[in-house]
C-alpha cells in the first residue's frame, strides 16, 4: 500500500546549513579561482597573503601553504555568508550581491589593509591585480548573494502554496 503521509524526498536542508555550506564553497571555489590567477600571473597576490604575518616558515609558500590558505578562505568565507544572509538576504536580485562583493573588496583593500603586508596598498598595486581582485570579489558576492537570496525567495513561495 502506499502510505500518503510519508515522503519520499529527502527532508530539505534547513537554511542555516544551507548558509553555511554556500559559505564554504563559495570559499574554497573562488579562493582556488584566485589562486589560478595568481598562477597566470593576472594579480600579483599570492593566495597564502593570509598566512604571511601568523606563520613561520617558507611551506606557506608552496603548495601546502596555498591548500591551507584556500581552507582558511572557505571559514571565513562561512562568516561573509551568515553576515549576507543576516543583513541582506531579502533583497532581490544580483545587485545586491555585486554590492556585498565590491565591498568586501574595499574592507580587504582599505580597512584590513595593514594586517596583510604581502598586500601593497592600492595605489601600488597593478592595474591587472586590482581588475582581477575586483572581478573575483564581484563574483564571489554575485554567488553568495544570488545563491542565498534564490534559497529565501524560494522558501517564502513554498511557505505560501503550503499554506493555501
Known amino acids: 500500500m502506499f502510505d500518503e503521509q510519508k515522503s519520499v524526498y529527502p527532508k530539505a536542508m534547513s537554511f542555516p546549513a544551507m548558509v553555511f555550506w554556500t559559505g564554504l564553497f563559495g570559499g574554497i571555489f573562488w579562493g582556488t579561482i584566485g589562486s589560478i590567477t595568481y598562477y597566470f600571473n593576472m594579480t600579483q597576490i599570492r593566495p597564502s597573503v593570509i598566512l604571511e604575518e601568523w606563520v613561520m616558515g617558507n611551506w606557506k609558500y608552496g603548495w601546502i601553504g596555498t591548500v591551507v590558505s584556500i581552507v582558511i578562505f572557505g571559514i571565513l568565507s562561512i562568516g561573509a555568508a551568515f553576515f549576507y544572509y543576516a543583513l541582506l538576504r531579502k533583497f532581490p536580485g544580483m545587485w545586491f550581491g555585486i554590492g556585498y562583493g565590491i565591498l568586501l573588496f574595499l574592507i580587504v ?3 584590513l589593509n595593514p594586517l596583510f603586508p604581502g598586500i601593497k596598498p592600492i595605489g601600488d ?3 591587472d591585480t586590482i581588475i582581477s581582485s575586483i572581478c ?4 564571489y558576492g554575485i554567488f553568495i548573494g544570488y545563491s542565498i537570496n534564490y534559497e529565501y525567495q524560494n522558501r517564502i513561495v513554498q511557505e505560501n502554496e503550503a499554506a493555501s
Open 125 to 127: 598595486l597593478n592595474r
Open 109 to 111: 583593500f582599505f580597512v
Open 136 to 139: 573575483l570579489y564581484t563574483l
